[in-house]
């Protein structure tokens, strides 16, 4: 079932995870303590995630370091001390991003990046939630292709 955000048309929610400050305590309670099903993603030791369908009730969940959040959302390690600092970051799969991007321009919404192709290959648009959650509305190729 999905839900509508006034201008954006939420398929399901792509990622969730924490932003992490101590890549090793986050590692021993989410890996070593909960069992969670964790594993590096190639090319990023301290990236730790799941793949698709291990983890019931989400696409993808990860532990994302600050730094590497920062490094995504301002292209630099530092995240910006006029900014909240997230504490999570969800991200919401979206039928089209140019048409969500712009509808939350149009609401008002400072955006911390808009359309950007990752590396990894995911186009996202990124913001601040009021609440400090790291939020993006993106398109996610692999996770479509499952459907």
Not at 12 to 23: C, D, E, L, M, Y
Not at 101 to 118: D, K
Not at 123 to 141: H, Q
Request: glycine fraction near 8%; charge should be negative.
């Amino acid at each position: 079932m999905k839900q509508d955000i006034p201008g954006v048309e939420v398929l399901f929610v792509a990622g969730f995870g924490p932003i992490t400050r101590s890549t090793d305590a986050s590692t021993s309670f989410y890996k070593t303590s909960l069992g969670l099903p964790l594993k590096e993603m190639e090319g990023n030791e301290e990236y730790l995630l799941t793949e698709v369908d291990q983890l019931a009730g989400v696409n993808h969940f990860a532990l994302w370091p600050l730094s590497q959040a920062a490094i995504s959302c301002f292209g630099h390690e530092q995240w910006p001390s006029d900014l909240l600092v997230p504490q999570a970051w969800i991200e919401f799969e979206v039928r089209d991003i140019d048409a969500a991007t712009q509808a939350l321009i149009g609401q008002g919404y400072e955006l911390l990046i808009a359309n950007r192709i990752e590396p990894w290959g995911q186009t996202v648009t990124r913001l601040l939630s009021p609440e400090g959650l790291l939020v993006g509305v993106t398109i996610t190729p692999w996770l479509r292709e499952r459907d």
